[in-house]
Each structure stands twice: as structure tokens, then as C-alpha cells.
């Protein structure tokens, strides 16, 4: 099974007649995703994709029976409309938005603490279950159903693992883009342990990048539970020179802090296996299912 969404999972769009937001869920529709709704004060009442528009997500939510939301509002706006989503006690809000002010995804955390919301994002590609449903803006081409689970820092990086692991017959059971920027919802630890706990997930790829403590919290994860699920780790900007800006605001390592050198050592010495080039990911994981089998037999 999947986690954060089912096949019955009900989806609203906050945002859903902006451009963007109209061409993404469209492919969502395409998908099979079950997109009920869309969220844009002032428009409350028309319909756009063949979709109901509300005033509210309260509205939306009473209507519709949706529990789930996609959030594509501009940045100065987008922290607002995630703490509308957690104020009406939807289960999961996945917000694609880049470069939302820190301050205002500050109170986003204070709002999340004790309420029942999953945040994934800001500056996410969002949520994939193949043959389940869509809530983002990556691509399903190379997507199969399998039984890899996926936890991602990168996007790009992201669309390279999905097509590795499809082409050496894993397949993914989720793919989540927990978000680029320093402070947001779920971490890397957060979406390992509900891959560690779902029954039909065999294996488990994380994808990091300099910046943030994000795999050291990880590797303390993995190193406290010892999961007999193997683990298999890519984590990018080896290369990259110290205290310079690599790609987005998470990607930032200074003083030694939050390089790949640290990283890395934190994760091997947890027991993940970790690969230290892209290329390599599929292939490592299949190898290292295939010794865990002969462990287990």
C-alpha cells in the first residue's frame, strides 16, 4: 500500500484556476487522482475543470468529503492557505510553492503542532503513488507500482530514482518531495519511519543533499531501529564548495555543517548503504534486496 494517500484519498486544489495550477491538475484528472474541488476566495460558485469551486477549504471540505489539499498559491499567500487547510483538520496538505517566506512558515510550524494535518513541502513536487494518485507537479511517465519507497530532497533526483528502479523491476510503492527549503513539513526521518512501518514497502531510497541536518536525523532513526528493510542512500553536493548557495535555500553547507562528507559518514555508520554515484541507485538497491532475502531464508 501506499502511504499519505489511498485510491480513495478525495483531493482539493487551493489555487486551482491559476495557470500553473490548471495545467497540473489536469494531469492529476488524467491520472486517475480524485480531484474534487477547487479553493479560490472570490470565485466560490463557478466551476473550472469541470470542478466546483468554494470560498473556503471549510466549505470545500463539508461539500465534497475531501481530506487532502494541494496548495497552489503564491508565496506571499501560501502560508495562510496551509494554515487554512490545518484549521479545518485536513489529513494531509502538500504544498509545491517555492520561496515562501521563512518567518511565515515559522507560524505554519507553530500551527501544525497537535493538530491532526501531514505537511509535505513547500517547495515540494509533491506526493506520488503509482496507479494510486498524483498531488504534485512531477512526472508519471517512468513511474510503476513496486515496492520501493522514495523520500526525496530533490526533484530532478527525484525523476532519476523513479526511472531506475522501475527499469531494474522494483517499481515505487510512494514517491514523497519532502521540500527543498529549510523549514517544512515532514522531514526525511518523518517519511522513512511511515515507510518503515508499511507492510508492503521492501525497501527504502533517500535522497539527500547538503544543507540542514535532515540525513543526520535519519541515520539516528536508522541507527536506533535497525530496520531489517535495507536502505539505500544518494546524497548530493560532494562537490560542492563550502558556504555557497547550491540550487535553493536548504542547500546551503558552512563551517562544515551540512556537507556531503558528514552526511554520508553519519548514514554509513547507521548501516544505510550509500552510493556515491546517481547512476547507481537502482542497481544497488535491487542488490541489496536480494541480499537481505538470503539473510531472512
Do not use: W
Not at 515559522?106 to 513541502?121: C, E, I, M, N
Amino acid at each position: 500500500m501506499a502511504i499519505l494517500i489511498t485510491p480513495d484519498t478525495k483531493v482539493m486544489c487551493q489555487g486551482l484556476t491559476g495557470r500553473a495550477a490548471t495545467f497540473h491538475c489536469g494531469r492529476m484528472l488524467s491520472y486517475g487522482t480524485k480531484l474534487v474541488a477547487g479553493v479560490v476566495p472570490g470565485k466560490g460558485g463557478r466551476t473550472h475543470l469541470d470542478l466546483p469551486i468554494f470560498e473556503s477549504v471549510g466549505d470545500a471540505k463539508a461539500a465534497t468529503g475531501a481530506t487532502a489539499t494541494l496548495v497552489f498559491v503564491p508565496p506571499d499567500r501560501a502560508a495562510a492557505a496551509i494554515i487554512e487547510a490545518i484549521e479545518a483538520e485536513l489529513d494531509l496538505a502538500v504544498c509545491v510553492t517555492e520561496r515562501v517566506p521563512v518567518l511565515d512558515m515559522v507560524r505554519v510550524r507553530q500551527a501544525l503542532a497537535g493538530s491532526r494535518t501531514r505537511l509535505v513541502g513547500p517547495n515540494s513536487q509533491g506526493v506520488l503513488a503509482p496507479g494510486i494518485g498524483q498531488l504534485g507537479v512531477m512526472s508519471t511517465v517512468d513511474a510503476r507500482r513496486g515496492g520501493i519507497g522514495i523520500a526525496s530532497r530533490s526533484a530532478s533526483l527525484t525523476s532519476e530514482v523513479v526511472l531506475q528502479t522501475t527499469t531494474a523491476g522494483l517499481g515505487q510503492s510512494t514517491t514523497v518531495g519532502v521540500g527543498g527549503d529549510p523549514v517544512h513539513g515532514l522531514s526525511l526521518a518523518d517519511t522513512v519511519e511511515m515507510f518503515l512501518a508499511d507492510n508492503e514497502t521492501e525497501g527504502i531510497i533517500v535522497v539527500g543533499e547538503i544543507g540542514g541536518s535532515e540525513e543526520e536525523a535519519v541515520a539516528a532513526l536508522v541507527g536506533a531501529r535497525k530496520p531489517r528493510k535495507p536502505i539505500v542512500a544518494l546524497v548530493a553536493g560532494r562537490h560542492a564548495p563550502p558556504e555557497r548557495r547550491m540550487g535553493h535555500a536548504g542547500a546551503l553547507a558552512t563551517g562544515g555543517a551540512g556537507s556531503a562528507a558528514s552526511k554520508i559518514s553519519a548514514l554509513e555508520r547507521a548501516g544505510v548503504q550509500v552510493v556515491r554515484d546517481a547512476s547507481q541507485v537502482g542497481t544497488t538497491m535491487r542488490e541489496a534486496l536480494r541480499s537481505s532475502a538470503l539473510a531472512g531464508s
